[in-house]
């Protein structure tokens, strides 16, 4: 169950990747990169932070394969599509929750503490997002006022909620990926907003 949830996850993302990439203009080079950032970057920030070795993606090249086709297609149906913003934002829910999933079972197998576990999981959930909104000159969706990180922050602690309770692992993720992915397109049909802290420094 894992292994489909991440491999929809990684070709949502390098979608995302490469319709954000589009809209800066990129060549094919720079929409590649793009959504090869987007797609594994979460994961190699993660790896590297828990020192795990080798990182997950070198031990798999069709992983990479399949982020490129994930993009190129994205390329592909793009222009017949009328809703792009709308299309991304649900290809980059899917991305957020099922690497916030897949983030917290790689700590929990590498025996981290619960704080470290739910870190683990929103490092992989929002990192490579991160890193594709900078490079495309945005400022990132999980910095702006949206339900994002927050929603990253409640998968994690109830995947690890109902991993203590001893639910079958694959009804965890069931039931973590259908809460997390239901939040998040809630929040943004229904334009759920955080509180923003707007500071001016006024001269006298």
Do not use: K
Not at 52 to 74: F, K, N, S
Request: hydrophobic share 55%.
């Amino acid at each position: 169950m894992l292994t489909l949830i991440y491999l929809i996850a990684i070709t949502a993302e390098a979608m995302t990747g490469a319709l954000a990439a589009g809209r800066r203009h990129m060549d094919i080079f720079g929409v590649a990169v793009i959504a090869f950032l987007t797609a594994l970057g979460g994961g190699t920030v993660r790896d590297i932070v828990l020192g795990r070795y080798p990182i997950g993606w070198t031990q798999h090249p069709e992983y990479v394969l399949l982020v490129v086709a994930g993009g190129l297609a994205a390329v592909l149906v793009a222009r017949y599509m009328r809703h792009l913003n709308r299309l991304f934002l649900i290809l980059d829910a899917l991305g957020l929750v099922a690497f916030t999933i897949i983030g917290c079972d790689v700590a929990l197998g590498m025996g981290y503490h619960p704080v470290i576990i739910v870190m683990a999981g929103m490092i992989t959930g929002i990192a490579g997002g991160i890193l594709r909104d900078v490079l495309c000159n945005r400022v990132p969706i999980v910095f702006r006022r949206e339900l994002y990180a927050s929603v990253s922050l409640l998968v994690a602690i109830l995947y690890l909620g109902l991993n203590h309770l001893a639910m079958p692992h694959d009804w965890n993720v069931i039931a973590s990926f259908a809460f997390g992915l239901a939040l998040r397109l809630v929040a943004l049909w229904r334009e759920w907003q955080l509180p923003v802290f707007a500071y001016r420094h006024d001269h006298h």
